[in-house]
Nanobody, 126 residues
Framework: VQLQASGGGLVQPGGSLRLSCAASGRTVSTDAMGWFRQAPGGEREFVAAISRRGAITDYADSVKGRFTISRDNAMNTVYMQMVSLKPEDTAVYYC????????????????????WGQGTLVTVSS
C-alpha cells in the first residue's frame, strides 16, 4: 500500500489545518491508521490513531481536544482536523497503516505500523 499525506502548510497560531492521507494499492479498511509527527531534531512521536471501522480513536495528551482523526473507507482516506494550532505543533506529519494482520491494539506504538507515507510539513508561526 502507498500512503500520500497532504494538507500541510504555514498557519498562524490559533489557526486550523486539515491533513489527508490517501491510500492506494489496496484498501486500508482492514488497517488501523495513525498519524505521527517529527519536529526538527526530535523523535517521531504519536499524534492520533483510529481503528479499522472508526469506532475507536486515540490521541496524544498534547493534542486532545484540538485534533480529530477520522476516516472514509469508501475513499480509502484518513483525515486529521487540527484546530487551535500552537507553535509546538510544528513538525512533519506522517500517516501510517498497521497492515491487515498483526496489530495488537496498542495504537501509540510506532512498531505497530508497517506502512508509512512521505510526510507533510506543518509550520505554525506568526
Amino acid at each position: 500500500v502507498q500512503l500520500q499525506a497532504s494538507g500541510g502548510g504555514l498557519v498562524q497560531p490559533g489557526g486550523s489545518l486539515r491533513l489527508s492521507c490517501a491510500a492506494s494499492g489496496r484498501t486500508v479498511s482492514t488497517d488501523a491508521m495513525g498519524w505521527f509527527r517529527q519536529a526538527p531534531g526530535g523523535e517521531r512521536e504519536f499524534v492520533a490513531a483510529i481503528s479499522r471501522r472508526g469506532a475507536i480513536t486515540d490521541y496524544a495528551d498534547s493534542v486532545k481536544g484540538r485534533f480529530t482523526i477520522s476516516r472514509d473507507n469508501a475513499m480509502n482516506t484518513v483525515y486529521m482536523q487540527m484546530v487551535s494550532l500552537k507553535p509546538e505543533d510544528t513538525a512533519v506529519y506522517y500517516c501510517a497503516a498497521s497492515g491487515p494482520t498483526g496489530f495488537s491494539g496498542t495504537y501509540f506504538l510506532r512498531a505497530q505500523y508497517q506502512y508509512w507515507g512521505q510526510g507533510t510539513l506543518v509550520t505554525v508561526s506568526s
